[in-house]
């Protein structure tokens, strides 16, 4: 195993490796039931200043 074969093996099932990891994150994100847990992780900053006052 040298350089080139390991460049070669970075271009290619790097790139499917990256892109299934993104598409992985999209469904994540927008997977039906995320909504209220986006809402209350988006609220979270907030807590503490309502705390205070």
């Keep these: 195993m040298d350089y080139n074969l390991f460049r ?7 790139l499917v490796y990256l892109f299934a990891l993104f598409v992985g994150v999209i469904f994540f994100t927008f997977r039906p039931g995320s ?9 979270i900053p907030f807590k ?3 705390s205070n006052g």
């Design 35 to 43: 909504r209220k847990k986006a809402d209350e992780i988006a609220k």
């Design 8 to 14: 070669e093996l970075a271009d290619s099932w790097g």
């Design 48 to 50: 503490e200043d309502q």
